[in-house]
């Protein structure tokens, strides 16, 4: 959490992330190039770079793609989405590198620029076997690169939130461009199985947690609440919910987070301003609730950031009868403060 | 403000998952038959496709 201009907030976890990362990756490109040199002695030094950096890649956007629906459906995966962004840049530096060796290894060496021999070398549209698919890799480029280039949390604010999620959403669009280049490209001329089979094994995880993860969410969205009452919802249980936890409901199509703590209950929108973050899977730390992706913190009473920081989020007025926790659905403005509920003050409801 | 972002998402995964499967089967269903090594001399062996590393 930040409340002026750093390039990096560095801290402890991001700099034992950074170095698993750039080990991991280094290792990887070391065994790549040293076993596939051993093995196909004749490869050139820019094919086991094209195809080291290009496989480092694929897998890294797989692993960048399985962390968000990993995170859903387990919280023992939150330390890997703290800074997923980093691993997003070094997918993009990676495909560059895969990118600019093979546009020097394939498109070089004519009278044409080697960017326009690349789109227009093969227009051959029509064949899939023949398809272009050297152009979707590269779409795909420029995909990652705007990605990778608003990363940073002065676009995240700059852009606004949803705006910021909206655009970060093409790394699907990214994704299926590279598994179509991958399906056209390499295993066009590759018929090994296991390069087939792993490209469908890293296609059917990503679905498949994708999916998993939409289906846990959706329970919460579909789930009925109680009748309403004097413009109260009945919300859940005081007993559903963890002490200094939420339980979170859906009211109006959107999702609230019902904290209980010291013997109080509060509601606010379970949406972190930073990255909308589910608050509501967070935990109340040094009396703040605390966003599970990047610890931005709200006072559970006004949703406001303690000073200096200036987020804000919704907040929702509450009523406790008969051991149930009962809620306004209109939210009031960002930062505005809400009395807690007390446990044990059941109040009359018509 | 997050739902519509939600919907989007599932629909974006409801697509990837019938498209994606269906290309990565068509396209290795459809590539070619490239020549093994006892099939060398085949006159009809197709030439490596452009950026197709060797």
């Given amino acids: ?350 | 403000m997050i739902q519509p972002l939600r919907k989007i998402h599932r629909r974006i995964f409801f697509v990837l998952a019938l498209l994606l499967p269906a290309l990565l089967l068509g396209g290795i269903a459809l590539r070619y038959s490239w020549p093994t090594p006892n099939q060398s001399g085949n006159s009809s062996a197709r030439p490596l496709l452009s950026g197709a590393t060797p």
């Fill in chain 1, 1 to 350: 959490m930040s409340h002026q201009y750093q390039a990096i907030a560095w801290n402890r976890q991001k700099r034992i992330y950074d170095i698993v990362l750039v080990t991991g990756v280094t290792l990887y490109l070391t065994l790549f190039i040293g076993v596939s040199a051993f093995l196909f002695p004749y490869a050139t030094a820019k094919t086991l770079i094209i195809r080291a950096a290009g496989s480092a890649a694929f897998l890294l956007l797989h692993i960048v793609l399985c962390i968000g629906p990993l995170c859903r459906l387990d919280p023992k995966f939150l330390p890997l989405l703290y800074n997923r962004r980093h691993l997003g840049v070094v997918t993009f530096l990676l495909g560059a590198i895969h990118s600019v060796v093979a546009i020097r290894q394939f498109h070089s060496f004519g009278d044409k620029d080697p960017l326009v021999s690349l789109l227009t070398s093969n227009q051959d549209f029509g064949s899939l076997p023949d398809f272009p698919f050297q152009q979707l890799g590269f779409l795909a480029l420029v995909i990652l690169f705007f990605m990778a280039a608003t990363s940073h949390d002065f676009w995240l604010r700059n852009l606004t939130p949803p705006v910021w999620k909206t655009l970060h959403m093409l790394v699907y669009v990214a994704y299926a461009l590279l598994v179509v280049h991958v399906t056209l490209g390499l295993l066009q001329s590759e018929t090994s199985p296991l390069l087939a089979a792993g490209t469908g094994v890293g296609l059917f995880t990503v679905i498949t947690l994708h999916v998993a993860a939409a289906r846990r969410e959706a329970k919460v969205d579909w789930k009925t609440l109680g009748p309403a009452a004097e413009g109260f919802v009945n919300a859940c249980a005081l007993t559903e919910i963890p002490e200094k936890c939420a339980t979170v409901v859906s009211l109006n199509g959107e999702r609230v987070a019902i904290f209980k703590y010291d013997g109080k209950i509060s509601a606010i929108s379970n949406v972190c301003r930073h990255q909308n973050g589910p608050l509501g899977e967070g935990k109340i730390i040094d009396g703040c609730v605390t966003c599970p992706w990047h610890g931005y913190q709200y006072l559970p009473e006004d949703g406001a950031s303690p000073p200096p920081f200036t987020e804000k989020v919704c907040t929702f007025q509450t009523r406790i009868v008969d051991g149930r926790v009962w809620i306004d659905p209109r939210p009031k403005a960002p930062g505005t403060r809400v009395e807690p509920s007390l446990i044990g003050t059941s109040e009359g409801m018509a």
